[in-house]
């Protein structure tokens, strides 16, 4: 049973296999375009090649060309030479490549004679998210501290530019071991359980590189049952469901209703338009008719709305004459629904006189 991180198997062998086949989709800090290309070329099968997978792919090491010489040399195609016992005991893990913050000062410490201070000044002026670094400051000291405990000049050079890099963002060791092993874990979580690896990446969106749609698709391509979203059976969240054969040993994932953007509408297209105009304009009390109701609508439209156009501005209206309101004429002054509405109107007039029907006929 698995609880926590502490848990997870360690150096899973099929884990490893899928993260050489770059089958990283939705994996922390191993998801993007960049780390999926370095896998097959770096090929980790222990977990510290995977901190050297987390940290090689940054400014720093591209910059400082650290990337395409520690792949030569781990390939063999590259013969890896340490001027100095005390610069393997520095250089080793990373096959005389630093790439590491922590591996800069101790070269500078060990090899150019820097004081622990100093070295944390170097390490201050290296780059960070927000800051550009300052190593080339230091490159005279560094140089002429190197050359001075029997370096070459040109090896010295060579490794001050393989700081100087840093200038650009390099990580931390310990940084790229906390990223690793999670990075392990969730890797770990896919291969061996796709389904709840895909519900808990639905569930945690927005985030990442990937659509929630990639993540389904890729989801479906391990063979993981993907249920749609549905309004009898969904909850809010991605949950995990009986799978539709048991013997399969995975869960199918229905989606959750926090995965839907809109509701689908019938096809019939202007329906609810006729019906709102109808809703609105209908009395209620009428035989025949209905009280105004809220037309249906879809998700993020707003409600039609009748517009009419600005009345000229002529002066107060004129009075109707008493002729007039015993003829049963038109009003002289303006009405926005005289004559103009498609639908029938009930009749309202009241310039009419007190004896006057509807028809406009007087009733005495």
Known sequence: ???????????????????????????????SRAQMTMLPRLKPKTFYDLVIEVAIVRPGPIQGDMVHPYLRRREGRETVDYPTEELKAVLGKTLGVPLFQEQAMQVAITCAGFSPAEADQLRRSMATFKNFGTVSAFRDKLIEGMVARGYEQAFAERTFRQLEGFGSYGFPESHAASFALIAYASSWMKCHHPDVFCAALLNAQPMGFYAPAQIVRDAREHGVEV??????????????????????????????????????????????????????????????????TSPPRRSGQR????????????????????????SGAAPAFPSPHWKSSPLPMPSCRPWASPGATRSGRSSR
């Open 1 to 31: 049973m698995i609880h926590d991180l502490a848990s997870v198997p360690h150096e899973d062998a099929a884990t490893y296999a899928m993260i050489r086949r770059a089958d990283t989709v939705g994996v922390f800090q191993i998801e």
């Open 227 to 292: 249920r749609p979203v549905d309004v009898n059976a969904s909850r809010w969240d991605t949950t995990l469901e009986p799978p539709s054969d048991p013997r399969g040993g995975r869960h199918a994932v229905r989606l959750g209703l926090r995965m839907a953007k809109a509701w689908p509408t019938p096809r019939r297209r202007g329906w609810w338009r006729r019906d709102a105009l109808a809703a609105t304009w209908a009395t209620p009390g009428r035989q025949g008719r209905t009280t105004p």
């Open 303 to 326: 409600l039609p709305v009748r517009r009419q156009e600005p009345e000229k501005k002529t002066g107060l209206p004129k009075r109707p004459s008493p002729a007039s309101r015993t």
